[in-house]
């Protein structure tokens, strides 16, 4: 069974919403991120959150649109994408780790040694 389990991707039109859930499987995770890869691209940081939701970190450019939230009691982390764009379609990924929260660590792929398969997300014109 994989530690964390991504899903409700689909496809929607330019505009509409998504929510997707990572199912976190394994105990004491702390940091949760999301990323995303789109095809011929590198994988890339979407957003996070620490084991207690009080602190987040955004990509940039995906502030106020996308927003992650954390619920312990059902092992769940989620991301709310809004007003979604054509060049949001991704395969998203939520990942986890089990370090202290560091900013300038949170957004890098490699200090998250637990992945899960990812869910596709295709946003049409």
């Known amino acids: ?27 004491s995770v ?11 691209n590198e994988r890339d940081f979407v957003t996070a959150i620490n084991w207690s939701g009080t602190r987040t970190y955004y990509e940039e450019s995906l ?3 996308f927003t992650i939230s954390r619920d312990n009691a059902k092992n769940i982390v989620s991301l709310q994408m809004s007003s ?12 986890a780790n089990f370090a202290d929260w560091r900013v300038e660590n949170v957004k890098v792929s490699s200090e998250y040694p637990l992945w899960g398969q990812g869910t596709q997300v295709t946003v049409s014109s």
């Open 1 to 27: 069974q994989e530690p964390l389990a991504e899903t409700g991707g689909g496809l929607v039109q330019a505009g509409d919403s998504l929510r997707l859930s990572c199912e976190i499987r394994t105990l």
């Open 63 to 65: 502030k106020g649109r």
């Open 30 to 40: 702390h940091n949760v991120a999301w990323f995303r890869q789109a095809p011929g």
């Open 84 to 95: 979604l764009k054509p060049e949001d379609t991704a395969v998203y990924y939520c990942a």
